[in-house]
């Protein structure tokens, strides 16, 4: 009955949007998100995400003659508004999948702008590889060297989170030729453009070629807006952030979304250039800890290979053990993947299942089994152990507890059925992303926390329902308060790109000196470059 309520009512949207035109009702938008409240709890109150869906909505129907005035729109958006409850059907299990869909996109919101900045910046120390092969992948795909494409980004994202008035800006296109060609060269900066902005007439198009879901479905209700992936608009002569929010998540999502949909073997390479950073982790931290091919080599020795294979057991393996010394480890097992939209919205627990069960929850099933071999090797029989898979973007969601209780219900019995019990319990299992990882190993290597008290404090009181949290990150945030990890080269990348952006700040004064023609004329082209796209 919910979903029939939900659907009759979007249709009545939908049908209030379509006697306005297009333009008026994204005017209206952009009035309405321009200000920038400087409290994030307020911010997230005017629900910029349900403005943007109505966006979405506009321009996904016929477009009326009218003008849409001020209270009209409010009128809209505040039935649009009122649909929480039965987009998230909230009283129907499993709950805490619906709190979370309610959630996701206010903690999105709510996310610092350094967050985002950091993800590039560790982006760009993973893909800058000797050999090339991110950046000969997509220079093939987009015509842009990588190097350009982080300097041009975090330039932009940089001037988006300078101004804290507004959330809409208006880029200047001179400006930019003026700071940073030809560092970058001008065909590049295009192609840039060309890559995340859309003309203002080509918005419908662009939604409708794979943004138009089939009735209406409730999770869309809680999806992330698709102007991530178009953030910047070309109206006539203006060029601005549609939403400064939406603009630095959207660059900082591009890069892996475009790359994994592209390159065949992309999961393969990234997940083994994480894993190896994640190493380099944990030996800054000073941590006890061994590897995956040492923990292969503890089976053979122990000559377990043979009689687990007898008991129908392959020997799975995870990428590291963290030992305290005394009777604790932490497994880790690395999965370099981030959240579909879907997996972000949904809060069906088939949905999630079927999308999340090869990597995500099989990561789960690797560090049971290596605990399940492990305890069977003396010097860690009887040690308690605890599992931390490393993910490259954030799922919100906690643990293998929520995963067993929520989304693959029959987890628990299949694991016991195969080890006899249940080698870690799933509430003793956590998903933290690479970015929290890289906090937490530099809390532990200042002396800020020990890294096991840390884990053994967060999942315990993930067990009381007054402190139980969607991710780790937020456990993170409220007990570290590390701003900027002290990781030397993650360090090194963001003085690199920073020098980078400053000298060709710097030196653009000089070497513009007498050339004003030449520089109006570059000008010209990347403008009429962009709006001819």
Known sequence: MSAEKYSSAIKSIKTDLSRYTHRSVFSMSVQYLRTRNTDAVEEVKKMPW?????????????????????????????????????????????????????????????????????????????????????????????????????????????????????????????????????????????????????????????????HELKGEPQSEYFQETPFKLKPIVIDGSSVYIFNSRVFVTGVSLLLPALLKKKINNYKNEFGSDMESYVGRLIAISGLQHITEREIGQLY???????????????????????????????????????????????????????????????????????????????????????LIVITHQEFNIFGGAMVGECIDFGLEDRLCKKYGELPIELNDVAY???????????AHSIG?????????????????????????????????????????ELSAEMDLHTNRIFSAMKGSKARWIGKVAEFISASDYLAAHIRAK
């Open 432 to 442: 933290v992303t690479v970015g929290d990882f890289e906090s937490l190993m530099s």
């Open 300 to 386: 053979a020795s122990a000559g377990l290979r043979a009689k687990l294979k007898e008991e129908g057991v392959s020997g799975k393996v995870v990428d590291f053990a963290l030992s305290d010394g005394k009777d604790r480890v932490v497994l880790i097992e690395c999965k370099a993947v981030e959240p579909s939209d879907v997996v972000k919205a949904s809060y069906d627990p088939e949905v999630l299942r079927a999308s999340l069960e090869n990597s995500f929850i099989n990561a789960i099933v690797q560090g049971e089994e290596t605990k399940f071999i492990l305890s069977k090797i003396p010097e860690f029989e009887g040690k308690k152990f605890k």
């Open 50 to 210: 349900l403005v943007m869906l109505l966006v979405k909505f506009s321009f996904l129907e016929s477009e009326g003659v009218l003008e849409i005035n001020e209270s009209q729109f409010y009128l809209i958006a505040n039935k649009l508004y009122s649909l929480q409850s039965l987009a998230s059907n909230i009283k129907t299990r499993p709950l805490d999948l619906k709190l979370r869909a309610l959630t996701v996109q206010q903690l999105w919101y709510q996310q610092s702008h350094q967050k985002d900045y950091l993800s590039l910046i560790r982006q760009s120390h993973l893909m800058r590889r000797d050999d090339g092969f991110y950046d000969k992948k997509f220079r093939e795909i987009t015509g842009i060297d990588i190097d350009n494409f982080f300097t041009v980004a975090l330039y932009m994202m940089t001037l988006a989170r300078s101004d804290a008035a507004s959330n809409v800006m208006e880029v200047s296109l001179p400006s930019i030729v003026f700071h940073l060609t030809p560092n970058v060269p001008l065909s590049q900066l295009a192609k840039f453009f060309e890559l995340l902005a859309i003309k203002f007439e080509d918005i419908s198009d662009f939604l409708k070629k794979g």
């Open 448 to 488: 800020k926390i020990n890294f096991h008290d840390f884990i053994d404090e967060c999942l315990q009181q993930q067990l009381n329902p007054a402190g139980k949290r969607f991710s780790m990150s937020q456990m993170v945030e409220e007990k570290i308060k590390v701003s900027v990890p002290q990781i030397p």
